[in-house]
T-cell receptor, first 114, second 113 residues
Framework: KAGVTQTPRYLIKTRGQQVTLSCSPI?????VSWYQQTPGQGLQFLFE???????NKGNFPGRFSGRQFSNSRSEMNVSTLELGDSALYLC?????????????FGEGSWLTVV | SQQGEEDPQALSIQEGENATMNCSYK?????LQWYRQNSGRGLVHLIL?????REKHSGRLRVTLDTSKKSSSLLITASRAADTASYFC?????????????FGAGTTVTVRA
């Protein structure tokens, strides 16, 4: 069974540009969430989607957005990039909305903003 | 703000020794999950322990949970060089509509050959 797949793995963008990251969850998993990891702030929750609906959102500005498609695949978008957006962006999936689920992570997308 | 805090921040041990790291958290939880991260890679799930459980094992890993002290520990026995990584605890709150992981800063473990 394939794990959580994220693309692209590495990318470099210029300040002011926008970026879209993609995530394919584990087959059968309906919930996808996104996390940002930086040396200064550590691992922080961005948002979670379940059945194409955003269920939960972390404390990030509106420049960070996401969506989920009917096949559970998800994308996150960051607009008007800032230097501080440079981070490892991790996608995670779990089976459904019930509590007690294990959350599985992908390898992440390394974003560098120059 | 981070819910979990790991202790120590860094740990260096000899191959074959045991490694113990602790995690403290602030509020009631639904479950607590431990993850490993090798440099530059994603997070690998190790163990999930629910709030009504006290101890779980998986191979060379042993996790304990003390909800009265709001703390958990991860023990790696007979460590190997491949165990060199950062280890994170993450808590999930009891609310079913707030299922997100709140991570600590992690413990960096170095296993010397």
């Amino acid at each position: 069974k394939a794990g959580v797949t994220q693309t692209p793995r590495y990318l470099i963008k210029t300040r002011g540009q926008q970026v879209t990251l993609s995530c394919s969850p584990i087959s059968g998993h309906r919930s996808v969430s996104w996390y940002q990891q930086t040396p200064g702030q550590g691992l922080q929750f961005l948002f979670e989607y379940f059945s194409e609906t955003q269920r939960n959102k972390g404390n990030f500005p509106g420049r960070f957005s996401g969506r989920q498609f009917s096949n559970s695949r998800s994308e996150m978008n960051v607009s008007t990039l800032e230097l501080g957006d440079s981070a490892l962006y991790l996608c995670a999936s779990r089976m459904d909305s019930s509590s007690g689920n294990t959350i599985y992570f992908g390898e992440g997308s390394w974003l560098t903003v120059v | 703000s981070q819910q979990g805090e790991e202790d120590p921040q860094a740990l260096s041990i000899q191959e074959g020794e045991n490694a113990t790291m602790n995690c403290s958290y602030k509020t009631s939880i639904n479950n607590l999950q431990w993850y490993r991260q090798n440099s530059g890679r994603g997070l690998v799930h190790l163990i999930l322990i629910r709030s009504n459980e006290r101890e779980k094992h998986s191979g060379r890993l042993r996790v304990t949970l003390d909800t009265s002290k709001k703390s958990s520990s991860l023990l790696i026995t007979a460590s190997r060089a491949a165990d060199t990584a950062s280890y994170f605890c993450a808590t999930v709150l009891p609310l079913s509509n707030d299922y997100k992981l709140s991570f600590g800063a992690g413990t960096t473990v170095t296993v010397r050959a």
